[in-house]
């Protein structure tokens, strides 16, 4: 029998969905002419505050060694390297794939970079069971992401455009590794903010390197206007939200699951633009958004399984006070 799945994990993707929606309406009301980089940065600091606020005042007792709590060298390591993956090398790809493909291509490039990476990741790397419908929907929404893509290039594609591509597929590729990190951190136990404070933190050092190194070697390079500095932090507090979805639907949720939800942020995002911007969509943009929601639903659905079936990802247990890390 088959039954529609959407569980608490995969509600948590939605969170997501929508948090990265409110960041691309305000990047997109701003218009930003910041640095890439700089922006980066900026967009940054309210994920590493919140989190590391949050964390401190717990007593940030699973990053000391002393403690029983702490989770081990090798776990930090990977949330570092997750950050310096999805906030530096996914964003510096992310603005190659803008500047080369253009938005269209950039949009389903990297969301079809996450779903497909999300899919092999979720195989190879954490063991997690792919289910058919998973599988299906998953293909049926990178269907959506090409045709909006194609859509929105119009007869403007330049000469590069298969470069902005394989950009765009690199950066979302990124994105679905810090996912599949943060998930194979939090089997044994919840660490959402854990998790968000050492990857915010991987992420902000190299950005941080990178915007001081180029202002000091050339005065003036790193430009930003008031108005656009402005609105890219207000988005970062979204894309906090964003992020702590998407830590939180990982805990109970597969990979593949939680990608191919938090994708739905471009139909979203679509829907956002003809409501506050007055924008219209074409016949295959609107297409690819019907195709997108669709794969999106079929990827929910799965066959009722008996008991001790395996067919869900086991959820994360609670913290247990005098559990010693191995």
Request: proline share 6%; net charge positive.
């Amino acid at each position: 029998m088959t039954s529609f799945q959407f569980g608490i994990g995969e509600r948590w993707a939605l969170v997501a969905a929508i948090g990265y929606t409110i960041v691309n309406v305000m990047l997109r009301a701003a218009a930003p002419s910041i640095d890439s980089a700089l922006g980066s940065l900026i967009r940054l600091i309210p994920v590493l505050v919140v989190a590391w606020v949050i964390v401190l005042r717990e007593g940030a007792r699973e990053l000391r060694p002393g403690r029983p709590e702490f989770i081990g060298a090798r776990p930090i390591a990977l949330l570092l390297l997750g950050g310096v993956a999805s906030f530096v090398l996914g964003n510096i790809l992310y603005f190659g794939a803008l500047r080369e493909g253009g938005l269209g291509i950039t949009v389903g490039g990297v969301h079809g970079g996450v779903v497909t990476g999300g899919l092999w990741m979720s195989a190879l790397f954490l063991r997690e069971r792919l289910r058919v419908a998973q599988l299906g929907g998953a293909g049926i929404v990178i269907l959506g992401l090409g045709a909006i893509g194609w859509a929105q290039t119009g007869g403007s594609i330049g000469e590069l455009w298969w470069l902005g591509l394989l950009f765009a597929l690199g950066a979302g590729t990124t994105y679905a590794a810090a996912n599949a990190i943060s998930r194979s951190v939090q089997r044994r136990r919840p660490l959402v903010f854990i998790t968000l404070a050492a990857s915010s933190l991987g992420g902000m050092v190299p950005l941080a390197v990178i915007v001081a190194v180029r202002e000091l070697s050339a005065p003036g390079s790193v430009v930003a206007d008031p108005g656009s500095a402005g609105a890219v932090f207000l988005a970062g507090f979204a894309n906090a939200v964003a992020l702590a979805g998407l830590a939180m639907a990982v805990r109970t949720a597969p990979v593949a699951s939680v990608n191919t939800i938090s994708s739905g942020n471009v139909v979203l995002s679509f829907v956002a633009s003809v409501v506050i911007f007055n924008e219209s969509g074409s016949a295959p943009m609107i297409a690819g958004m019907i195709l997108v929601t669709v794969g999106i639903l079929v990827a929910q659905l799965r066959r009722s399984a008996g008991p001790g079936s395996p067919s869900r990802a086991a959820p994360l247990p609670p913290p247990a006070p005098d559990a010693t890390p191995t």
